[in-house]
Every structure is written in structure tokens, then in C-alpha cells.
């Protein structure tokens, strides 16, 4: 990919509903700033999620006024960047955003108060910011947040395929096929993934229904997301296998626990040895829990893409065991799927951590409905 280096007296700004929207192009790719009519000098920078490699770039970061509105409706401006390569790319939109961030303020001046947000993967890259640019922020509004460490996480994506592809074989690609560089497994795109999903459902029903809603269960799952949740973790792992060039995952002496019948489990689970050092894409911004802003992460009480035990649990072990707990909260909805949040439980979220930043009172852990 070429990218385009404009100077920051290029910025192109056009007036739109009494808003500026500053548009270019970074090193870190295009970014888009929205300031609304009401600026109270305020300014909240935004990661975006995981975006499908082969998906049009220009849609990482579509319709982000909407997407955004409780903050723009609270007189924030909104600065996002596009990251430079598509897939995983937590180190990429940490340096990316930080990029954008000093660009903002040689256009804009120094905002009074700046607020790292982001959803999924950019949760992850608002924990990461936090984590090695805190000095530049108030605090932080992860959002469903990639917020286990990174390796941990696509591990959990790879042993769930370790393991489904020992009891249900033939159904979905092996993994051997998807971490081989050369073959010829391609991304599943959104317009493929209803008629794949609805066929890898109607094979898992046809095998063993009761076997599949264990199995379900032991990933932290609804069997009616299973589908979804391969769909989506096929993608990830081949977007790492061509990353790595390799595998960088080894699972020959794993031990899996939490099924019905674990020896069974562990007899037929496809095991691959690793290929590449995983230090190579997940060192880089690794997760630390060293925090030392306020932070109040969002989560939904089910989310079949990140669950709570990795989105929450982990991240909120590494702050504890570094001494932060002080500066770590944590707010729950009852929303069923991932970063199903409404625009009202967001702004109630950010007025937690706002309210915090300005009295130094944590907000206490909870619901918000």
C-alpha cells in the first residue's frame, strides 16, 4: 500500500451541518477529525476495530459521526485514523492514533482534555495508549475492548479450532491449511459469511447437537453463535498465518480441559507444532496493566467474540497485580452480542469516567441500563 503524507496546512476542512470535518491522509493512513458547533476545546481520539482484510479501506472508520454521536452531542471533538494494514493491527493503530494526536494539536492548539475511546480491537489499542501514552490523556473509555493480552487472545481462537476440528472434522478448514502460507484458503467475506454460517450450523446439528452445545458452552458461548465464532476466527487466524508467514502458535503438548470427555478431546485435536517466534507481531505494545489515568471499561454481560473472562478478567488481574486497581473501573449492560451498546449507555459510561477525572471519585463498579 502507498500512503500519502500531507502536511498539516493540507488539511482539507468542509462545513456540514454547522460541523468542521478535517480530512486527509497520515502516515498512519486516512483519518477523519469531526468537530461539532458547540467545541468546548474537548477532544476525544477513537480507535476503530478489527476490520476484515479485503474489505474496502475506506469503511473502517464509515459513518464514525453517527457511531460517535454521545460525545459529538457533548461538545467533543473526534480525531480517528485508519490504521496502515487492515486485520491485526493493535501496534498500528497505537501508533497511528498518537500520530493523528500531535497532528491535531500543531492544526488545533492543546485541547483542555483529552480522552482515548475505542471499540473491540480499538478498546485494545485505547488500553494500549493508555498503558505508553497515559501523560498525554485524562482517561480512557474501552469499549468491548481486545484488552487480554493480544497473544492470549488469538490463542483462544486457535484452540477453539484445535478442538472443534478434532469432534466435528471436514466442516471448517484445518490448521493445518490455514497456517500454511502457500494454500489456498481465502478470507471469507460478509457477503459469503451468511450462506457458510448457515451450512456450518446445519453440519454441527447434524453430527452431534448435544456434543456442539458443550462445546459451545466451554468457549463461553451460545450454540447459535458457534457459526459466527469460526466464521470470524478463520479470518483471524489466516490474517496471522500470512502475517507470520507461519504459525505462531504451539499446541503439540497442550492439555485441554472443560469438555464432557476431555481424553476424547484431546485424542483427536488437530495439533500443530509452532513455526515463528509470536513475540514477532505481539510484543509490540503488549499488555502490561501499568496504567495511571482513570479508565472505565464497557462491556456487555455476553459477548460471543471477546467474553468477559478475556475482555475483563484478565486485564483487570494485570492492573491489580501492578498496583492500579485504583485507577480501574468497570461497567456492565445486558447487551447479547459484542459492542452492543446503545448511544445512551455509552454517553452514561463517558459521564462516569468524565465525572470521575473531575472530582476523583471512582464511579463504582455496575450496571448501566
Not at 468542509?14 to 498512519?28: E, P, T
Not at 450450523?201 to 469460526?230: G, M, N, T
Not at 470470524?232 to 496471522?240: A, H, I, M, T, W
Request: hydrophobic share 40%; aromatic share 12%; net charge positive.
Amino acid at each position: 500500500m502507498i500512503y500519502r503524507i500531507l502536511l498539516l496546512c493540507c488539511f482539507s476542512i468542509s462545513i456540514m451541518a454547522q460541523k468542521a470535518v478535517d480530512l486527509g491522509v497520515l502516515q498512519g493512513g486516512d483519518y477523519q477529525v469531526h468537530i461539532p458547533a458547540n467545541w468546548n476545546k474537548k477532544l476525544i481520539m477513537y480507535a476503530h476495530g478489527y476490520q476484515f482484510m479485503g474489505t474496502p479501506a475506506s469503511s473502517a472508520n464509515d459513518k464514525l459521526a453517527q457511531r460517535l454521536k454521545p460525545f459529538l452531542e457533548r461538545g467533543f471533538a473526534v480525531a480517528a485514523s485508519d490504521y496502515p494494514i487492515q486485520g491485526f493491527a493493535l501496534a498500528e493503530g497505537v501508533d497511528a492514533t498518537e500520530e493523528l494526536r500531535q497532528a491535531f494539536i500543531k492544526k488545533m492548539g492543546q485541547p483542555d482534555s483529552t480522552f482515548m475511546v475505542g471499540h473491540s480491537m480499538g478498546g485494545g489499542i485505547t488500553v494500549a495508549t493508555l498503558e505508553n501514552f497515559g501523560q498525554h490523556y485524562q482517561g480512557g473509555l474501552p469499549l468491548c475492548p481486545l484488552s487480554s493480552r493480544p497473544y492470549l487472545q488469538c490463542r483462544k481462537e486457535y484452540d477453539m479450532y484445535a478442538t472443534f476440528n478434532g469432534l466435528f472434522p471436514g466442516i471448517v478448514p484445518s490448521l493445518k491449511e490455514i497456517f500454511d502460507p502457500n494454500s489456498a484458503i481465502q478470507f471469507v467475506s460478509f457477503a459469503q459469511a451468511g450462506p457458510r454460517m448457515g451450512a456450518i450450523k446445519q453440519a454441527i446439528v447434524q453430527k452431534d447437537s448435544v456434543l456442539a452445545l458443550a462445546f459451545a458452552k466451554r468457549f463461553d458461548l451460545k450454540l447459535a453463535d458457534l457459526p459466527a465464532a469460526l466464521f470470524f476466527n478463520q479470518n483471524v487466524l489466516r490474517d496471522l498465518a500470512l502475517k507470520f508467514n507461519g504459525n505462531p502458535f504451539d499446541n503439540t503438548q497442550t492439555v485441554y480441559t472443560g469438555f464432557p470427555d476431555n481424553l476424547e478431546v484431546n485424542k483427536k485435536a488437530e495439533r500443530l507444532a509452532a513455526t515463528q517466534d509470536p513475540q514477532k507481531l505481539f510484543a509490540r505494545y503488549d499488555r502490561t496493566g501499568k496504567i495511571d489515568k482513570p479508565m472505565v471499561l464497557m462491556h456487555t454481560i455476553y459477548d460471543q467474540l471477546i467474553p468477559v473472562s478475556y475482555a475483563v478478567t484478565n486485564l483487570e488481574n494485570m492492573i491489580h497485580a501492578q498496583g492500579r486497581g485504583k485507577y480501574f473501573t468497570v461497567k456492565y449492560t445486558n447487551g447479547q452480542a459484542h459492542c452492543q451498546f446503545t448511544d445512551k449507555q455509552t454517553g452514561e459510561a463517558f459521564d462516569a469516567l468524565r465525572n470521575w477525572v473531575k472530582t476523583g471519585v471512582k464511579p463504582s463498579f455496575g450496571y448501566v441500563n
